[in-house]
């Protein structure tokens, strides 16, 4: 049973936009903390943005700021990645990942490492001509 659900990957061209979507099936994402990461074949995972609950609480990793922007939907219980100018380069499998804890209303951690409550299966995102 998937708890958490990433959509909107597909293929796209270099310097077009996309938005990711991360969606829980069975719970409200309110007070959950949510993550994102992508990782490429061969490569490492990389660490992306991450949202605290309450919203307020906003991290983004090396290089990431600026062409990604994370949010929430509250409406839609949704947590989004919009991504511009997307390169080739960021053609990757793309990650989200969720946790409840005494500090995720006003807080994120953005680790590849950290214990996260549940990860998505990912969504595919292809930069190509």
């Known amino acids: 049973q998937s708890h958490v659900v990433e959509s909107g990957g597909g293929l796209v061209q270099p310097g077009g936009s996309l938005r990711l979507s991360c969606a829980a099936s069975?719970?409200?994402?309110?007070?959950?903390?949510v993550a994102w990461f992508r990782q490429a074949e061969g490569k490492e995972r990389e660490e992306i943005s991450c949202i605290s609950g309450g919203g307020l609480k906003i991290i983004y990793g090396d290089s990431m700021e600026g062409r990604f922007t994370i949010s929430r939907d509250i409406a839609k219980n949704t947590v989004n990645l919009e991504m511009n100018s997307l390169k080739v380069e960021d053609t990757a499998v793309y990650y989200c990942?969720?946790?409840?804890?005494?500090?995720?209303?006003?807080?994120?951690?953005?680790?590849?490492?950290?214990?996260?409550?549940?990860w998505g299966q990912g969504t595919q995102v292809t930069v190509s001509s």
């Open positions: 069975d719970f409200s994402l309110d007070n959950y903390a």
């Open positions: 990942a969720v946790e409840r804890a005494y500090y995720t209303e006003t807080n994120c951690i953005l680790s590849s490492s950290h214990d996260y409550d549940y």
